[in-house]
């Protein structure tokens, strides 16, 4: 199959549904040196640093939040969206993902927001200009790149210039309801014009995001996968 503008979009949103562990290697901006992870679906990471010690995360950053007066009220259990089924298109890919409120899409976290949004990029399915989609590949596996341009209606795992994959103005005013509410830009920033951005062909996670003009120092990250779906119940024992 060749990339094209909907295909981009629709293995950006499928990333949940195409793995369950994933071993790679991870850098990024804004000084975030090399490590090398492993993930299992749902709720475990395991992060080795360059001075070979040893991170354990588990469980989401911050599940949905429910607020009641009612003394009775118990708060619903959220379930990974491995639990449920998405909405396939003909070609396999996930035309429309539950949208439940039970349902808690996030990996765990390291460093920041933008370590979740890679894993499970939908941020980039929608309200997201694509141009020039081909076939490339990044650290010997088959992606699909493009470069990509947040448009109004962006929606960041993180926005405000904190996370986000696609740093841009959009992004800084995407989290509130009127653009005129969100704190200015950082006096002298000057946003890339896009992203250059490869999606890992099997898994849909983000392997390069590289910024396209802007500034010397505007955020980016790399990540090479070495393992796909291998059993890694030895580095996470059942309980």
Known sequence: MYPTDDTIRALARSSPWRWTTLHFRHRGGYREAEVEAWVRRPGNLLVRT?????????????????????????????????????????????????????????????GNYRWVAMLDPVELSHHVAVADPRVDEVAGRPVWRSFLRAEEGYSARCGGNCCELLFSDVSRRCEFDDPGDAPPARPGTTYPDCYDVSLDQQTGVVVRCHPVGGDADSPWLEVDILDVDTDLDELFPSA
């Open 50 to 110: 360059g001075d070979g010690q040893e991170h354990r995360v588990s469980g989401v950053p911050y599940g949905r939040m429910f607020v009641s007066t009612d003394p009775d009220f118990v708060r619903p259990v959220s379930v990974p969206p491995q639990q449920v089924e998405p909405t396939l298109r003909p070609d396999g890919l996930v035309a429309e993902r539950p949208a439940s409120w039970d349902v808690d899409y996030d990996d765990p976290m390291w």
